[in-house]
């Protein structure tokens, strides 16, 4: 036998081991942490296109026909009336129904304000555009063959955007390099009135 024993031979083996884990350790830490920043980018994703898509379905109903109407007389005679808030900001804008639908359906905890959207530092923006003929919105009633934009003439399109901030270097890396990325989502709903 060797001048070795079993124990010094277990000793550096583990000795080994320990040192391949610490030089393992900060690329294994980076690849989980990236994985879970990707995830919530996805997931907020998915919260920006369910507010847009609430937000639509709200707009386009009988009972917010005179909202339409009101930016239409105000602002345009023919083409668009466009109107852009801010979540969280609470206002007395005619649309902060619409605002306060999408801001539910990305609530967290069934409040406005518990909007997973809901970001001070970089609040959210919510843009409620009507196609507009004269001081009304058009919808599949008064849209005419004359009408220029006759495909969408009767829609009311709602754009949801969010400035979401990755928290790991490699997780931008995956999007682009930049930490701070947008994350937006238009949908179109055909007016109910």
Known sequence: ?????????HCGASGQALVEFALILPILTALSVGVADTGRAFYYQEAVDNAARQAARYAVQTTQQSIGDGYCGTNNVNGVAAQKVNLPEQNNDPIQPIVDAAALEASSDGTILGSVLNNAASPSTITVTWHCLGPKALTNMTATSNDPSLATSDTVAVQVTYSFKMYTPFAAGLFGGSPTRTLSDTVYERAEY
């Open 1 to 9: 036998m060797t001048g070795r024993s079993r124990g010094a031979v």
